[in-house]
C-alpha cells in the first residue's frame, strides 16, 4: 500500500512553499528574498522526492496486482477445467480422471493422469496396448507414468505344453 506518509508530507511541504511564496511580495530585503526562494525550492524538490518515492510504490502494488488477478485467473481457469473430469476406479488399484459426458463439448471421453491433475496439469493418457492379462496399458507422455487400467485376468492358456512322445 501507498505510504500515506508520504503523500501527508508531500501536501504539507507543498503548502509550506505556497506560504513562503506569499510572504515574498512583503519582504523588501534582497538577501532574505533570495533566501526565501531557496527555501522555497529546497521544499518542491522534497516535495517532488516524496512524490517521485510514492508514485514507485503505486506502480509496485500495480505490478502486485497484475500478479495477483493472474493467478486467480488460472486458479480460476483450473475449477473450471477440474470441474469437467471425475475420478474413477478402473480396478486394479488404478485410478484416472475421466471427462464427464455432459461436460464433454463434443470432445471424446477420455482419461487424465491422476499424478499430473494434482498437479494442475491436464495430461491426456494415451493408450498403448492391451496386456496378456487383459489389462489395458496406458501412458502419459509428459510425466512418463504407466498405468495399467482393469483386473489382471489369468490367462486361459495351459501353463505349459506337453509333448508327446515319438515325434514332432
Known sequence: MVDMGLITGA???????????????????????????????????????????????MLQMVHEIAELKAQVAKVEEWKATS?????????GNTLAYELTEKAANGEPIHRLCPVCFEQRRRSILQFRFKTNAGQQKYACVPC??????????????????????GGW
Open 11 to 57: 501536501v504539507t511541504t507543498l503548502k509550506t512553499a505556497v506560504d513562503i511564496a506569499s510572504s515574498l511580495k512583503e519582504i523588501n530585503d534582497l538577501t532574505v528574498m533570495r533566501n526565501k526562494v531557496i527555501e522555497m525550492q529546497n521544499l518542491i524538490m522534497s516535495a517532488q522526492g516524496t512524490a517521485v518515492a510514492a508514485q514507485s510504490q
Open 144 to 165: 512418463d507414468r504407466e498405468f495399467d487400467f482393469g483386473h489382471r485376468q489369468s490367462s486361459s492358456a495351459p501353463a505349459h505344453r506337453t509333448i508327446s512322445q
Open 83 to 91: 470441474e469437467r473430469y471425475h475420478l474413477v476406479d478402473y480396478g
